[in-house]
């Protein structure tokens, strides 16, 4: 018999092979290795941590079907996303024999997916999986298409037992805190089961209210409808609007939120008059709304946005630059967040400055920038949040959650921002078990990076400890107010 | 009498220094060297392989005159082209003088190109060079002012020996397979020549149409009155334009072409009714296009180059983002590709929506991406190939295909879109006695960055043997369809 | 009685820790670590070297107040301005309490200043302030709260000896020659002073006219009839203007002066008419002059100082790129240069099109371009400075003055352009006592550059050696027509 091949995770993996480097980084790894993880910004579902019930499925329910990082790379290579398990929204609508196409064979779609595991070669995607399948569900063999089964049937097994269920692997993780990412209009139920279940985690909510401002998103008159019914007010007009948006912003921080969320597709900024903001809204009401209103619109929420956070002590996040559902045919296929949103050039010097001239030097508000265009690292980001006080630069995002990403990040930014205006990491991950790995990625690459400084003669070591500990744990947790 | 000084050309260059990682680089090296050169993108001019006379001339005329990023550094120093042998194109037409600049003797040509070779120090010209001298004519001396001469005549008689014909270095060079790059009216008599000779030898053409879809080529109407020549089919207006096209790809295709290349300022896609085609065709047949119709026209032959492809199974390459012939006196004295051409930043995300939207997702197509803007690697090009089943991505191209410009190349692409979204290496080239020197520098490069992960505990050996094999050799065989 | 923690500066410092590399980086080090400085660009006040009276005040007074890269990062953690004693400029004007609000304590100042200079940690400004602090001050103690008062009285008992005196330090620092930067209109009576002094140092005036021909400057009347008072020529219409600038740049030049240097947000070069440069001055002159005016005159400006340069010898800097005074509250409260000029994006390709098919292929003309946007490096100045014989291509500068900056210029620029084609180094600073710093920093940097490309097998130590008294000295000397 063939001894399978294992799985490569060695104990000094992300660290440079100079050997006195790579002595410090380890040394520096083992002081934050085992810290708890803050999780301030994220796209985990409450309903699993919120209905005791909750069951993760198949492997390729919890690994597979809704992980877009996965599934882009082998529909580029190709394979249709039915023949991976994606549902079709489009069923019940127009096609009804698109149902028949989506595979609904777990073992097959599973099956495809570790035949081509090498397309995963050098990709961060390729690092979290291999570490999640190690250290969570304990598989030693290298994924290929002759271990899949296997593979499938240990995980599975695994899934089958209650140390699997999400709220175990929750305290397994070490999680501290975990922060979901919910629409203006979400009345935050499984948060409050959560908290009425007496289990002493803490799950906060995030108020992301892009629906509900950004005017061209599609079903906007639904969502403002919905605003009004769970706020209690009416938006019939600009007025009513913001109030209502106030009235929630006070519940999810009621609710235990300290941050809200917004994305665009530029950071453009400018400030309208109640009558203009009005005027557009109105607009917007009858259905009328040109693309030019919801620029407009949407540049001026966000410097409301700003205004509430001011008064309110919510951290604001902004996430522009995607240019979301690229591809048409998937979108109308499979619905948003498939793998399709593709970033483009953004710019924030011009943009941003109305909101920092009227707001960015006032130290109540905590604005976290984040960017897909690593041009801005170095030319305006760093620039801007090493002056404003109100500034703080987010950690590497999406595409840029890697090992690489991570070195491009710290070398543009620090020199001219340092440390202390980043806000530390956040994994920002639909994939609930793939936390751990992520946050290990991050301290065993900033730990390194920080090593390089040690032996180049930049940093001595008692400041390199301090700053790995910031890196890991320190920064996230003031930035996002958990103190 | 002194030692003159050495070439250095050791045989770990290339590789980092730490001890692990080099061990690694080299011992991936190895598997790799001798493979066969597989060269799908190029300017070598087919005479060379199809005159069985052909002679190279003198070292300066095979080394120096043709070759725009030798005489551009020198240029760039103060030194006139003239002085470097360019023949100037202006002579006979306005400037009966202007000959007379020109420095015909080779020897002193060389002897300028020696005493400023120090201008190469840290190039990748400069890398290219030096292997050129010591392996393809043996010259182990530095090239110098004082062994400039010495150098010159070693050169000269190789030159004139039978084993260094084109022929004979191509079987040397160990070339599988060699494409050049054809215009869309070229009747391919030297591609014929080579099928007819007997020579079991693979050089292919490559369909290039820019001459006759980008309007504002000089000399437009010339090149459509060849097209109707050479295919029989008079391009009166837009249907006869795309049923001439169609016959010369069918034509290339039999010729031996796998693929098509096209080259515009920007990666603008539109698609245009026959109807507004045919317009704007007819305005440009009267001499009366505007800009705005050949930036539309450009945009819409992508398109149908596109759905072409589909049809007819040629693999496309798209080359934008280059300022043609920047320097207008240099253009008007020398013509064009003379070291002037600049590169202008680069927008895909949004410039390529329409063809990828229509095109993107079939699988019959392959569209080989090429940028001169590195911002676009991680920003756009990677997500887009790591999205849509059409997409790859070439190598570096032009001032990238270098050390640094490989492994930003490495760095920024394959996390988002791995390597197998990535279409190999092509040499670019039309220095024909640089190929082996360009194939060896990737080589090396790449086994170096593999080394790299492998050290880094990112990938095992097996992967790493797989990858150094694909980049080398397989992928470029692969997605250009040599298999 | 606890030792308090010493500063961590090793001989060793910024080199790469792997043992070859570093071997050769000392090695080449140590043959330019004793050069004398060539500082061809900078914002020295000459009050300092003019006025042998002159004393630098506390330690605050010459460390912290004039210096941006300092205060800025305080600020951004939210320390008012005030709080570090930055004299407000509005305190006459409107706000009579603004003064009280200034802290005037300059112990207490210093006090926040070491309390929070954990915030440079990983930066430039922290690396030059600990080498300024231990090499011109004798500091041994790492500044921190605890520190701080005694290492002031450390830095204030230096200041009050003779050799501390700014002449003294100029000898001390070995620096060969030093160019200060200069408003068109300026009388040059310090350098008077100085060369009247008899002290037998290279103290030389730069021209830059940016308040009389960039329209938009405010008070631009008031510079124009200061223009013509230190002119003699009254500034009436644009031909009167035009001789104005060449009478200043005369008189500059024999002052000393071999440059000039220019600001402009963009490098937009474009030429004016006579005639219509006249009208735009005339509306100018009465206060009408459009944005648009402004841009193209200044455009038309660039063009004119290019050619004025061909004429009289004068080298031509160009720093585009930066938003002045982004933050408008600190700009109303504290002036310009207060820490919030912001980066833009910046297109050199097309906005230098014109300047240099005028006058790029002449070899009188020198022109350095220098960038905020390190994503021109690769794509724009390169391939131009690797082409136009007038253009030469500045060190990293202001943000990029690092030792990643430098890294990243190197690597991206070295590769087309090769390192003749850049122009050595420039310490850019207003910050008097870090000139060692910065120059050490880049010859560091630039040597364990060249180690790795040595180490590599891209470069010999013969080469190596002359790349590095290049970059550290020969190439600035040259550049800025010193020898």
């Not at 929420?301 to 240019?323: F, I």
């Not at 948003?336 to 943009?351: F, H, L, Q, R, S």
């Not at 930014?413 to 956040?426: K, L, R, S």
Request: proline share 6%.
């Amino acid at each position: 018999m063939i001894t399978r091949p294992k799985v490569l995770l060695p104990k000094d993996r992300f660290f440079g092979p100079e050997a006195r480097q790579k002595e410090i980084a380890q040394h520096l790894y083992a002081s934050v290795a085992q810290l708890p993880l803050i999780c301030p910004h994220g796209h985990v579902e409450p309903r699993l941590l919120g209905d005791p019930d909750y069951s993760f499925g198949t492997p390729t329910d919890l690994l597979l079907i809704p992980d877009h990082y996965v599934f882009r790379m082998l529909y580029s290579q190709g394979i249709p996303l039915e023949r991976l398990g994606i549902p079709r929204r489009d069923v019940r609508e127009s096609r009804p024999n698109a149902e028949a196409q989506v595979e609904q064979d777990h073992r097959r779609v599973w099956q495809i997916f570790a035949e081509n595991f090498y397309l995963f070669r050098g990709t961060p995607t390729g690092i979290w999986f291999t570490h999640e399948l190690r250290d969570v569900f304990g598989v030693e063999d290298k994924l290929t298409g002759e271990s899949a089964q296997d593979i499938y049937d240990q995980i599975a097994a695994c899934l089958a037992m209650p140390e699997f269920r999400p709220r175990r692997l929750y305290e397994r993780f070490n999680i501290e805190v975990l922060t979901t990412t919910d629409a203006a209009t979400d009345t935050l139920d499984y948060h409050r089961a959560i908290q009425e279940s007496g289990w002493p985690a803490r799950i906060l909510p995030t108020f992301r209210p892009d629906s509900v401002v950004n005017l061209n998103t599609p079903g906007w008159g639904k969502h403002i409808e919905t605003l009004g019914e769970v706020s209690g007010i009416e938006a019939v007009g600009y007025q009513t609007f913001i109030q209502a948006l106030e009235s929630r912003r006070a519940f999810f921080k009621k609710m235990g939120a300290t941050a809200t969320d917004h994305a665009a597709v530029t950071p453009y900024t400018t400030e309208l008059s109640p009558q203009e903001a009005d005027v557009i809204f109105q607009r917007a009401l009858k259905g009328q709304a040109t693309a030019e209103d919801a620029t407009r619109f949407t540049g001026h929420m966000l410097m409301e946005n700003a205004r509430m956070s001011l008064e309110d002590g919510l951290v604001m996040q902004l996430h522009p630059g995607s240019y979301r559902d690229h591809n048409i045919l998937i979108y109308e296929r499979f619905g948003i967040a498939m793998g399709a949103d593709i970033p483009v050039a953004t710019e924030y010097t011009k943009n941003l400055h109305p909101l920092l001239n009227k707001y960015g030097n006032d130290t109540r508000l905590t604005l976290i920038l984040f960017t897909l265009d690593e041009t801005t690292y170095s030319r305006e980001l760093a620039p801007l949040a090493g002056h404003y006080p109100a500034l703080r630069l987010g950690p590497p995002w999406w595409f840029y959650d890697s090992p690489n990403g991570m070195v491009r990040f710290l070398e543009q930014v620090v020199e001219t921002a340092g440390i202390y205006n980043t806000a530390g990491f956040n994994d920002d991950t639909r994939a609930y078990p793939s936390i751990p790995a992520r946050h290990d990625l991050w301290r065993r690459v900033t730990c390194n990076w920080v090593a390089g400084l040690v032996a180049r003669g930049l940093l001595d070591m008692d400041d390199a400890g301090e700053i790995v500990l910031d890196l890991a744990y320190r920064l996230a947790k003031r930035t996002y107010k958990f103190e």
